[in-house]
């Protein structure tokens, strides 16, 4: 069953853009942390952005300024806009959801129980 699912990916040239879309369900909904995390071959899964129930937002360094991740309400979505795209960019992107610690979303891939199955984003030089 397909609980979280991903949207969006492609190719782009450097500097384009692309919007990611996540369709979460009811994990939009409740105490949850909602991610987009992105893992290259040969590379580790990291984050991009997360996306707290209290509407806090985290960034990886690497995109800050040009992602924007958000939930819409009426959608139950989790998006992810993304400018001026890098050929560093180029992953596939899963969407993650998580029970929200008291403490706040973490950034480490193993605190969100619930995974898409991924879309890929190409960006070339």
């Known amino acids: 069953q397909v609980l979280l699912a991903e949207s969006g990916g492609g190719s782009v040239q450097a500097g384009g853009s692309l919007r990611l879309s996540c369709a979460a369900g009811?994990?939009?909904?409740?105490?949850?942390?909602m991610a987009w995390f992105r893992q290259a071959p040969g590379k580790e899964r990291e984050m991009v952005a997360i996306?707290?129930?209290?509407?806090?937002?985290t960034y990886a360094d690497s995109v800050k300024g040009r992602f924007t991740i958000s939930r819409d309400n009426t959608r139950n979505t989790l998006d992810l806009q993304m400018y001026s795209l890098k050929p560093e960019d180029t992953a596939m992107y899963y969407c993650?959801?998580?029970?929200?610690?008291?403490?706040?979303?973490?950034?480490?891939?193993?605190?969100?129980?619930?995974w898409g199955q991924g879309t890929q984003v190409t960006v070339s030089s």
């Open positions: 996306h707290g129930s209290d509407g806090r937002v």
């Open positions: 009811g994990y939009a909904r409740g105490r949850n942390c």
């Open positions: 993650a959801a998580g029970v929200q610690p008291w403490s706040g979303c973490l950034v480490q891939s193993r605190e969100y129980t619930t």
